[in-house]
C-alpha cells in the first residue's frame, strides 16, 4: 500500500534544530516533487518547502526562508527537512505530501502522511 511516514518531530527550544524524516513505501520517489506543511492549532494548513524531481527547491513561507532546507534521497524513498533557527512561531504539525504524477513544485498533492508534532518553547 502507498504510505509516507513522518518523524523527527518534538520538543526545541528556541533558536534550536530539528531533522525531519518522511518515507515512503509501496512506491517510487523517482519522478515526483515532494512538499512540507504545517498546521499549527486553529490555523489553516500552509506549504513549508517543496523538492520538485531535478532537485530544485521552491519556498513556499517566505518566514523560513534561510533556516529551512529540503533535501531527498530517492534511494532510500526519504525526503528531509532540516529546521534552524527554530522559533516558537513554527510550532504546529508538520505533514509531507506527494503528487500522483507531478514532477515540478507547481502541482497539487494526493498523498499525504500522519504528521509529525513540532513544538518550539523554552
Known amino acids: 500500500q502507498l504510505q509516507l511516514v513522518e518523524s523527527g518531530g518534538g520538543l526545541v527550544q528556541p533558536g534550536g534544530s530539528l531533522r525531519l524524516s518522511c518515507v515512503a513505501s509501496?512506491?517510487?520517489?523517482?519522478?515526483?516533487?515532494i512538499g512540507w506543511f504545517r498546521q499549527a492549532p486553529g490555523k489553516e494548513r500552509e506549504g513549508v518547502l517543496c523538492?520538485?524531481?531535478?532537485?530544485?527547491?521552491?519556498v513556499y513561507a517566505d518566514s523560513v526562508k534561510g533556516r529551512f532546507t529540503i533535501s531527498r534521497d530517492n534511494a532510500k524513498k526519504t525526503v528531509y527537512l532540516q529546521m534552524n533557527s527554530l522559533k516558537p512561531e513554527d510550532t504546529a504539525v508538520y505533514y509531507c505530501?506527494?503528487?500522483?504524477?507531478?514532477?515540478?513544485?507547481?502541482?497539487?498533492?494526493?498523498?499525504w502522511g500522519q504528521g509529525t508534532q513540532v513544538t518550539v518553547s523554552s
Open positions: 509501496g512506491f517510487s520517489l523517482d519522478y515526483k516533487a
Open positions: 505530501a506527494v503528487p500522483f504524477w507531478g514532477s515540478s513544485c507547481q502541482t497539487t498533492y494526493d498523498y
Open positions: 523538492i520538485s524531481a531535478s532537485g530544485s527547491s521552491t
